[in-house]
Structure formats: C-alpha cells, structure tokens
C-alpha cells in the first residue's frame, strides 16, 4: 500500500478583499483519483483549493486557498506520501501587490502588473529523491508536445495530457506519456473511468516496480 498525495481544484490570487484571479476547475478529477487510489487500496492525502464537490469520507483532506498555500501545505504532506498526483489548476500569476480596500471604479482602465507563482509540483518533483511526481498538463494546443515539455521541465515520472474541455465537465480524455514521449495508454469517458486507468498506469510503472524516476 502507498500514501499517495493528490493535489486537486483551483486556486485564489486576490487582487482586494473581495477580487482575485482563479480558474474554472471544479475538482472533480481530483475527486475521482482519490476515489480511484481509495479502492486499490492505497491512503490518501488531498490538498485542495476551493470547490464545491465533496471528497471521499476515508480521504485525508487539507483545504488551501492560495497556490502558496497549495506549495506550503503540500510540501508538509509530500514528506509523509509515497508519491504525488499533481491534478490541481493553481492559479500562475499573483498580483503585485494586494489591495487592502476594495478598487473603486474609476471609468478609467485598470492596470494590473502579475508575477508568475511558484509552480507547485516543479517544487515537489525537486525534493522528491525516491518517491515519483505524476503531473498534469491542460492546454488549448499542440497538446502532447507542450505536455512532454512540462514532463521534462517538470522532472515528472509520468505526465497527464488533457485539453481545455475537462475543466468543469464531467468527463475527460487523456493520454498518459512517460519520459521517453512513450503514450502509455489513452483513456476517455466519465472522470471516475478515466481516473481507474490513469491509477492502473501508476500502480503498474511506479507503485508496484518501484520505478520513480530520480532525475
């Protein structure tokens, strides 16, 4: 059995007390891999951001807002799990500086300078030495190249390539690529199917052989 930590849903940047950056991602894939990694038997960890969905009762779940509470929190957990399932939507950017009122309107255009927040599972694939990162990569084109760039980049085990169209849906559609630019498998269908393949992969090339990449 392993102690897997899964990283799930959005983050918050705010700009004033009540604005701040997000995205549209609902937590449902992240939901669905707990879920998954639950029935093979294995324990598991949640940081999520803010969502809506209810995780499995025999899931460990710790509630963040901020992608620098994501990194935080899932630094401390990393040290006690096995692996990580990198399947949160942190927020990249975070404003300059964070308004302590609210911004008035003022008719006139609003200019916002962002800077680029600390990327969550980079982090952890860094410290990881014998435990394996498995990352996400969401993106609008040139899908498999631009996820085995961030697989590299990243220093994952394996990457999770999926488009734009899985976040706040029900559904999803993957392929699974491995360091080499091997597809592993290609799963799509309702999350909960997708997240069984996406764990089938994980258990047999990293959980079962032992096989984390320590590059």
């Known amino acids: 059995m392993a102690r897997i930590l899964i990283t799930s849903g ?22 669905a891999l707990a879920a998954a990694a639950l029935d ?4 598991v960890t949640v940081v999520s951001g803010p969502v809506e969905i209810s995780y499995p009762s025999a899931v460990e779940v710790i509630p963040v807002v901020s992608t620098e509470e994501m990194l935080t929190a899932s630094r401390e957990a990393f040290e006690r799990c096995d692996g990580l399932i990198g399947a949160a939507a942190p927020c990249d950017y975070r404003p300059e500086r964070v308004q302590e009122q609210k911004i008035a309107k003022t008719g006139e255009p609003l200019l916002l300078q962002l800077l680029e927040t600390d990327d969550v599972v980079a982090t952890l694939a860094a410290e990881k030495v014998r435990r394996w990162v498995v990352g996400f990569a969401l993106e609008t084109d040139d899908h498999r190249l631009r996820a085995l760039a961030k697989l590299e980049r990243k220093r994952c085990d394996l990457m999770v390539s999926n488009s734009v169209e899985a976040i706040s849906s029900l559904e999803n559609r ?10 592993l498998r290609e799963a799509s269908g309702s999350k909960d199917h997708v997240a069984r393949e996406i764990l089938t992969v994980i258990q047999e090339r990293l959980i079962a052989s032992g096989k984390a990449a320590n590059r």
Request: proline content about 8%.
């Open 10 to 31: 959005p983050t918050r940047q705010y700009l004033d007390p009540v604005r701040y950056l997000t995205n549209a991602s609902s937590g449902r894939m992240g939901g």
């Open 40 to 43: 093979l038997g294995h324990a």
């Open 174 to 183: 993957v392929e699974i690529l491995d360091p080499a630019g091997t597809v």
